[in-house]
């Protein structure tokens, strides 16, 4: 059977002021259904660059990606973003939610730009609140949420339309260590309660030990950290 994910010999270069900067240099690897993945390595190595690419918002120069066999950037552009739309969770550093939106309706939110049924939609929402703990803060706009607390429905969000693959930029960067540590709980959590496979980016060493396998990029490739 085919690999749930497999990145083959990936390179990606940027372009700034004539100046070549090669940030991806033959990245492989493969991800199983099921696994929690971290991956860390210096700032400015290529870390959201990987994120991107895996996460189909920015295609490769060279190399595949493929999801259980099927090669995402042979895909037409509407067909990627049906894919993505369809298959991947993201959680950034910065929780992005929209301000004039409650914590439920911020959940809700992928549901309902997909014009998916409003009722059932809030109704799954509230679910996810309760998941990452934050029942208590439905009805709460984000600028009336900590920092930790936005990150939990952040994660709600991505949970939203069910991904399989779950991709998270730094999402303890702006957090204490404590408050970090709770979200990455909560991610082994949702690894293991939804069987999501999750890869996630993380500065801080200790919290990359807490997940089960560890990557680094370093030198434009992705290799084993443990
Ligand atoms: N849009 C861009 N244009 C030019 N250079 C970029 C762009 N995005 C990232 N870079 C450069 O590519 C390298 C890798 O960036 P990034 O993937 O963001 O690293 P990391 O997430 O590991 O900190 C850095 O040197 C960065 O300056
Ligand atoms: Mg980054």
Redesign the pocket.
């Known amino acids: 059977m085919a690999a749930f994910l497999e990145v083959e010999n990936v390179h990606k270069a940027?372009?700034?002021n004539g100046k070549r900067?090669d940030?991806l240099r033959g990245v492989s690897v493969t991800i199983e259904k099921g696994e929690l993945v971290s991956l860390i390595?210096?700032?400015?190595?290529?870390?959201?660059?990987?994120?991107?690419v895996v996460g189909t918002l920015d295609a490769p120069a060279a190399g595949s990606l493929r999801f259980q066999g099927t090669s995402v950037f042979d895909l037409s552009d509407a067909e990627v973003a049906a894919f993505r739309n369809r298959t991947i969770g993201f959680v950034f550093q910065s929780h992005y939610l929209l301000p004039e939106f409650t914590a439920l309706e911020n959940v809700a939110m992928p549901a309902l730009i997909s014009r998916l049924d409003k009722k059932s939609s809030l109704n799954r929402a509230r679910e996810l609140l309760e998941r990452v703990g934050l029942s208590h803060r439905a009805e709460h706009r984000p600028g009336e949420l900590s920092g930790g607390e936005s990150q939990r429905v952040a994660l709600a969000r991505a949970l939203m339309l069910k991904p399989d693959l779950l991709l998270a930029?730094?999402p303890t960067g702006n957090l204490d260590p404590a408050t970090g540590e709770g979200i990455h709980a909560l991610l082994r959590e949702v690894n293991k309660d939804l069987g999501i496979t999750a890869v996630v980016?993380t500065h801080n060493v200790e919290l990359a030990r807490s997940l089960p396998r560890q990557l680094r990029?370093t030198d434009g490739q992705v290799v084993s950290a443990a």
């Open positions: 940027y372009f700034l900067i940030v390595g210096a700032s400015g190595s290529g870390k959201s660059t990987f994120l991107h930029d730094e980016v990029l």
